[in-house]
């Protein structure tokens, strides 16, 4: 069975420090795999899309970054953190051409920044 | 672009009640997929109903159902014996099909209280 896991759960960080959040899918191969914030009480806003290694769209210019190294793996990323970077990261990814056509999601990170 | 509008922000509903849920979209697109997601307190998403565009006829999960109008670009979500559990945030989902860049935009969502 697949599993998506994404870590860490919660993070408190200061204005202006970096930021790297990891996301990892098992069980399957060639997943599209996409970045979601939710700001709080908001719904998900998309940051990053990955169709394959290296290929990455970005929806919202700021100061984030993502990048797929490996088949399964996603990071974001930010060199400084700013105030409006925090929020509750969500990542997710689908099989390409299913029938069955749905988004799974991880358990999410709590971003905090102070 | 696509967008979804969910109209309502939030929403309360007795226990064992029936509640519907409102989201329209707008798309260009004749072939697409419409979702619901529900995120309860954990904040875990899960998937509670799909439609896709092509089929008329409503998609219904136990006591979930839906009403799509895709002349109106319309897809309500209707909730039947409502229990506690239902409480959560739902959120309205669109995606093209079958194209290499599926995107997923979601609506801002609705907060449903379900009142014992």
């Known amino acids: 069975s697949q599993t998506i896991h994404q870590w860490p759960a919660t993070l408190v960080q200061p204005v202006g420090s970096p930021l790297s959040l990891e996301c990892t899918v098992e069980?399957?191969?060639?997943?599209?795999l996409y970045w979601y914030r939710q700001a709080a009480g908001r719904g998900l806003q998309l940051l990053f899309y990955s169709v394959g290694i290296g290929q990455i769209s970005s929806e919202v210019p700021q100061n984030l970054s993502a990048s797929r190294p490996q088949d399964r793996q996603f990071i974001l990323s930010s060199k400084k953190l700013l105030l409006s970077d925090s929020g509750f990261y969500l990542c997710?990814?689908?099989?390409?051409?299913?029938?069955?056509?749905?988004?799974?999601f991880g358990s999410g990170t709590q971003l905090s920044v102070l | 672009a696509q967008t979804v509008t969910q109209s309502q922000p939030e929403m309360s509903v007795q226990e064992a009640e029936t509640v519907t849920l409102s989201c329209t979209y707008d798309t260009s697109e004749n072939n697409y997929y419409l979702f619901w997601y529900k995120q309860p307190p954990s904040r875990q998403m899960i998937l509670v109903i799909r439609q896709e565009a092509y089929k008329q006829q409503n998609a219904t999960e136990n006591r979930f159902s839906v009403n799509f109008q895709k002349a109106a670009k319309s897809f309500s979500l209707k909730i039947s014996d409502s229990q506690l559990g239902d409480t959560a945030m739902y959120f309205c989902?669109?995606?093209?099909?079958?194209?290499?860049?599926?995107?997923?935009?979601f609506g801002p969502g609705t907060s449903l209280s379900v009142i014992p």
């Open positions: 997710a990814w689908k099989r390409k051409g299913s029938t069955n056509e749905k988004l799974f």
């Open positions: 989902a669109f995606m093209k099909m079958k194209t290499s860049y599926d995107k997923v935009i």
């Open positions: 069980g399957t191969s060639n997943p599209n």
